[in-house]
C-alpha cells in the first residue's frame, strides 16, 4: 500500500509536465462516463430483445389484430407504428435464419412472419397507398409499408412473387396517382430480396417501359418513386432495360433527369452509375458522350446529393472508358482543373464549396489514374491543387488529395518535383496524428490517476479504443504515400529518409493493428528504394519489428476466445495476420536492400528475432479463425526463408530451425496450391535442402 501511495504522489508530482487543461480533463472524464452508460444501456436493449425473439409466438397474433385494425379503420398513427413494429420482427427474423444457415448455433428460427406474410401483405399494399402529398420527408403509414415490403422480400424472396403481382399490375397504370406511385414502389422495394431468374416476371413485359413513363408522369411524387426504382432495376437487373431497342429511349429519359428535379437527379445519376457499374460502358457505347457531358453538367449544380452522386457516377464513367473515349475525358481535364482552381482561391469556402470540392478531386484522380503519362503536362498543376488541398482544413479534402497523389507516382509520370512538398505533408500530418493520440492517452492516464488508482488496470483496453479511433483512414492512406513516393522517386527520396523513419517509428506504438502494418510496409518500401544507405536505420526498425512480434505473440488463443463472437475473433485475427504478414515482407525488404549493395552480413545480428517470427507463423494455432491470411503468411515466409539461404548462406540457418521451416513449406504443400505459393515452396526448399542439413521434404 505504501508503495502504491508513493507511486501515486510520484505520478500526481509528473502531471504539470503533461500539459493538460484541468478543465478539459474534467470535462473528458464526465464524456467518458457517459459514453460508457450509454454503451452499457444499448448493450442491454440488445440483448433484452435477442431474448425476446423466442416469445414473439403470443405477441405475433397481437400485433397482426392490432395492424388488421388500424389500418381497416384508417388509424394513420396506430397503422404506422404496427408497420414499423413488423420491419423489427421480420429483420429480426432475417437475422436469426442467417445465423441458423451459418451453423454456428442451434436453429432458432420459428417463421413467425413467413406463417402470416399472405394476410400480412393485405395489410401492406392498401397502407403503400396513403401517401402523404406535398411532403415525402415526413415518416408516414406509406412510407412504413413500403419498408415493411422491402424487409418481407428479403425474408420470403421469390414466395412475394404472386403475392404481389397483380397489385402492380393492375396499378401501374391507374387512374388515380397514389396507386401509380405505390405500384412503382413496390417494383423497386421487392427487387433486393428476389431472384434474378425470376425477377423477369415482376419486370417483363411492358413493366419497364411504363416505368420509363412514369418518368414523365403529371404527379411529381410518382415522377420521383419511378425515378428511384429505374435505379433499383439498374443496380439489379440492368439487361431488363438495355435491350438495343430500348437503350435510346433510355438514354434520353437519363440525360433530362439528371438536371431536372433535385431528387429526381440523384436517382437517375445512380442509374447510370449502376448501368455501368454492372454492364461496362459498351452498352451504351453510342451515346457515352451525351452521357458524360450530362453528367457534368449535374456536377455544377450547387444540391450537394446531386453533385455528389453526378460525380461518383463520371468516376464510374471514366474507370471503364474504351480507348476510342479517351480524347472526350482528356478535353475535360482542362475544366475540372480551373474549377477546382476557382473553389481554393477562396479562403473561407462555404459548406457547398466544399462539397464541391470532395466530389471533383475524385474525378481527378479517375482520369489520371486513366491516361497516364497522356496528361503529364498537366500534372504541375495537378500537385499544385493536391498540395493547397493538403493546407485546407478538411478530412475528407486531404483523403481524395492523397488518392490524387498516389495516382499521380503510380501513373509513370516524373514525379520528382514534387516529392518534398508531399513528404512535408506527410510528416506533418502523422506528427499531428501522433501528437493528437498522446494527448488522449495522457488525459486518461490523468482521470484514473485522478479517480482511483486500483482503476489503472482497465486502462489498457480504452487506449486502444482511443488510438484505433484517433487513426483513421486518412492516416492509413498518408502511411501509404511513403510507400508511392518511395517506389516512384527510388533513391531520390534518401535526403528524406531519416526524417520519414523517425515519424513513421514514432506514431508506431500510437497505432491501431492495421495502421502498424501500414507502416511496416512503408519502412519496407523506403529501404529497397533508398538500398544500403538503409543500414543507419536498422537499429531502430529491428526494434520495430520485434515489438510488433510481441504485439502478435500477445493476441493468444486464450484472447481469441475470449472475444464474443466467430466475427469478432475473425476480425481480431485477421488484423493480427495482416501485421504479421507485413512484418514478414519489412524483413524481406530489408534485406534485399542491404544484400543489393553487398552489406547482407549487418542482417547476421538479427536472424533470431527473424527465427521467432517464423516459429510464429508455423505454429498450427497461428490464423486458425482464417485460412486465407495463414496461407499468405506462409507462402510470404517461404520467400524470407529462401532470401536467408540466397543472400547468407549456411549462417542463415541453424539445427533448431528445422521444425519450423519444415512446417511451413509443408503446409504450403499441403494447402496451397496457387503457382505462386508452389514458386515460394520450393524456392525455400533449394536452400534449406542445401544449408540445413536436418531438412527433410
Not at 69 to 91: N, Q
Not at 177 to 199: D, Q, Y
Not at 241 to 269: H, Q, W, Y
Amino acid at each position: 500500500q505504501l508503495l502504491l501511495l508513493l507511486l501515486r504522489l510520484l505520478l500526481l508530482l509528473l502531471l504539470p509536465l503533461m500539459e493538460v487543461d484541468p478543465e478539459r480533463l474534467e470535462k473528458a472524464s464526465r464524456d467518458s462516463a457517459a459514453m460508457e452508460m450509454e454503451e452499457e444501456e444499448e448493450e442491454e436493449e440488445e440483448q433484452g430483445w435477442e431474448g425476446k425473439y423466442e416469445e414473439l409466438e403470443v405477441f405475433v397474433p397481437k400485433l397482426l389484430k392490432m395492424t388488421r385494425k388500424a389500418v381497416r379503420d384508417g388509424e394513420e398513427a396506430s397503422a404506422m407504428r404496427a408497420l414499423t413494429c413488423w420491419i423489427d420482427v421480420m429483420d429480426q427474423e432475417i437475422d436469426v435464419e442467417e445465423e441458423d444457415e451459418s451453423g454456428c448455433a442451434r436453429s432458432r428460427s420459428r417463421g413467425y412472419v413467413r406463417k402470416h406474410a399472405d394476410e400480412l401483405m393485405k395489410l401492406i399494399l392498401p397502407s403503400l397507398t396513403r401517401q402523404i402529398e406535398g411532403n415525402d420527408e415526413i415518416y408516414c403509414s406509406a412510407q412504413a409499408a413500403a419498408s415493411s415490403l422491402h424487409s418481407l422480400s428479403s425474408l420470403v424472396a421469390d414466395d412475394i412473387i404472386p403475392m404481389i403481382q397483380p397489385f402492380i399490375q393492375e396499378n401501374l397504370q391507374a387512374k388515380h396517382w397514389r396507386f401509380r406511385e405505390a405500384a412503382a414502389m413496390a417494383v423497386g422495394a421487392i427487387l433486393p430480396g428476389i431472384s434474378k431468374e425470376k425477377s423477369s416476371s415482376i419486370v417483363g413485359g411492358k413493366v419497364q417501359v411504363i416505368i420509363l413513363d412514369r418518368l414523365t408522369d403529371g404527379h411529381p411524387l410518382v415522377r420521383n418513386t419511378a425515378s428511384w426504382t429505374l435505379s433499383k432495376i439498374c443496380e439489379h437487373i440492368p439487361e431488363s432495360i438495355t435491350s438495343e431497342n430500348m437503350i435510346p429511349g433510355l438514354v434520353e429519359k437519363l440525360r433530362c433527369g439528371v438536371n431536372g428535379d433535385a431528387k429526381d437527379a440523384v436517382f437517375m445519376c445512380t442509374a447510370i452509375h449502376h448501368l455501368v457499374e454492372n454492364l461496362g460502358v459498351r452498352p451504351l457505347s453510342n451515346h457515352y458522350g451525351t452521357l458524360l457531358q450530362a453528367l457534368f453538367e449535374a456536377s455544377e449544380r450547387p444540391e450537394e446529393d446531386v453533385h455528389r452522386a453526378a460525380c461518383e457516377a463520371i468516376g464510374v464513367l471514366v474507370n471503364d472508358t474504351p480507348e476510342e473515349f479517351h480524347p472526350i475525358v482528356q478535353s475535360i481535364l482542362p475544366v475540372v482543373l480551373s474549377r477546382l482552381a476557382s473553389l481554393m482561391d477562396n479562403k473561407e469556402p462555404t459548406t457547398t464549396e466544399i462539397s464541391l470540392l470532395e466530389s471533383l478531386l475524385p474525378i481527378l484522380g479517375h482520369i489520371v489514374s486513366l491516361m497516364g503519362p497522356r496528361v503529364a503536362r498537366f500534372v504541375p498543376t495537378v500537385m499544385e491543387l493536391c498540395i493547397k488541398a493538403f493546407q485546407m482544413s478538411f478530412h475528407e479534402i486531404h483523403i481524395e488529395a492523397v488518392i490524387v497523389v498516389e495516382r499521380v507516382s503510380r501513373g509513370r509520370i516524373a514525379f520528382t518535383p514534387f516529392m518534398d512538398p508531399v513528404l512535408d505533408f506527410v510528416v506533418h500530418h502523422l506528427k499531428s496524428r501522433a501528437k493528437e493520440a498522446k494527448s488522449k492517452v495522457l488525459r486518461k492516464y490523468k482521470r484514473y490517476l485522478l479517480q482511483d488508482l486500483g482503476k489503472l488496470a482497465m486502462l489498457h483496453g480504452e487506449i486502444i479504443e482511443v488510438l484505433r479511433d484517433t487513426h483513421s483512414r486518412c492516416f492509413g492512406m498518408v502511411v501509404g504515400l511513403v510507400g508511392d513516393i518511395s517506389r516512384a522517386v527510388e533513391s531520390r527520396i534518401t535526403p528524406r529518409s531519416t526524417e520519414l523513419v523517425e515519424v513513421l517509428v514514432d506514431t508506431f506504438d500510437m497505432a491501431c493493428l492495421k495502421n502498424k502494418g501500414q507502416i511496416l510496409q512503408g519502412l519496407g518500401d523506403l529501404a529497397l528504394a533508398t538500398n544500403g544507405h538503409f543500414e543507419r536505420h536498422l537499429p531502430p526498425v529491428m526494434k520495430l519489428l520485434e515489438r510488433a512480434r510481441v504485439i502478435c505473440e500477445g493476441q493468444d488463443d486464450e484472447k481469441l476466445d475470449g472475444q464474443k463472437t466467430l466475427d469478432e475473433k475473425n476480425d481480431k485475427e485477421g488484423e493480427v495476420g495482416d501485421l504479421t504478414i507485413s512484418s514478414i515482407e519489412c524483413y524481406v525488404s530489408v534485406l534485399q536492400a542491404l544484400a543489393d549493395d553487398g552489406k547482407e552480413r549487418l542482417f547476421i545480428p538479427h536472424l533470431d528475432q527473424v527465427r521467432q517470427w517464423l516459429r510464429l507463423v508455423a505454429n498450427k494455432s497461428f490464423c486458425k479463425y482464417h485460412q486465407s491470411l495463414r496461407k499468405e503468411a506462409m507462402k510470404c515466409s517461404a520467400g524470407l526463408i529462401g532470401d536467408l539461404g540466397r543472400c547468407l548462406g549456411n549462417r542463415a540457418f541453424v539445427k533448431e530451425d528445422n521444425a519450423a521451416y519444415s512446417q511451413i513449406v509443408a503446409d504450403i504443400s499441403k494447402f496451397d496450391h496457387s503457382e505462386e505459393a508452389i514458386r515460394a515452396r520450393d524456392y525455400a526448399q533449394q536452400y534449406l535442402k542445401e544449408f540445413l542439413p536436418s531438412y527433410k521434404e
